[in-house]
């Protein structure tokens, strides 16, 4: 079965420091990945997704960036914070083929610059 | 403005009440999602909608697609506590543009 892991699960960070999450997709190969924020009890916003390596989409103009060194991993970066990057950060990812695209989700990153 | 608007967006209720919750849009979606999520985690998937009219059921959760796949209903019959959570529709236009709506808060009182 697949697992989706993102790490780690809280972080406190201080504005204008740098910013690394991780995450990691086992038991499916050639995944499609996203990174979504979502702010306090509200929808998700799409900032990010791969459909591979190297290859990565931005739906959003910010301060982050994303990376895929390996198949099954997904990084979330940010040179320097800004107070608005405060939010909930949720990896996804889905099989990538078809006409129906089921997302599945990792437990999140709960991000807050101070 | 959201692709997708959920209504209501908060919502409370007695154990034991029926509900509906909507999702609607002016844009067609090739299938449409419903997710739950609890406070702190990821969303869970519960359900996919794919041919207009179509209704799936899920013991007590009953899900509709419109017609011609803008919209979308979530009816719970005989709510419970167990219920609670943010219910989150996400409709898909092709296979990388997913968009998700606002969620709508439901709270079951015991």
């Known amino acids: 079965s697949q697992t989706i892991h993102q790490w780690p699960a809280t972080l406190v960070q201080p504005v204008g420091s740098p910013l690394s999450l991780e995450c990691t997709v086992e038991?499916?190969?050639?995944?499609?990945l996203y990174w979504y924020r979502q702010a306090a009890g509200r929808g998700l916003q799409l900032l990010f997704y791969?459909?591979?390596?190297?290859?990565i989409s931005s739906e959003v103009p910010q301060n982050l960036s994303a990376s895929r060194p390996q198949d099954r991993q997904f990084i979330l970066s940010s040179k320097k914070l800004l107070l608005s990057d405060s939010g909930f950060y949720l990896c996804?990812?889905?099989?990538?083929?078809?006409?129906?695209?089921?997302?599945?989700f990792g437990p999140g990153t709960r991000l807050t610059v101070l | 403005t959201q692709l997708l608007e959920q209504s209501p967006q908060f919502l409370s209720i007695q154990e034991g009440e029926n509900l509906t919750v909507y999702c609607n849009s002016s844009?067609?979606?090739?299938?449409l999602q419903w997710y739950r999520q609890e406070p702190g985690e990821g969303p869970v998937l519960l359900v996919t909608?794919?041919?207009?009219?179509e209704v799936k059921k899920l013991k007590r959760l009953t899900f509709q697609f419109g017609d011609a796949r803008k919209d979308s209903s979530l009816h719970i019959t005989a709510a419970q506590p167990g219920d609670t959570g943010l219910y989150l529709c996400?409709?898909?236009?092709?296979?990388?543009?997913?968009?998700f709506g606002a969620g709508t808060r439901l709270t079951v009182k015991p």
């Open positions: 791969s459909v591979g390596i190297g290859q």
């Open positions: 996804a990812w889905s099989i990538g083929a078809g006409v129906v695209n089921e997302q599945f």
């Open positions: 909608v794919v041919t207009g009219g």
């Open positions: 038991g499916t190969s050639n995944p499609n």
């Open positions: 996400a409709g898909a236009r092709n296979n990388n543009d997913m968009r």
């Open positions: 844009s067609v979606f090739s299938s």
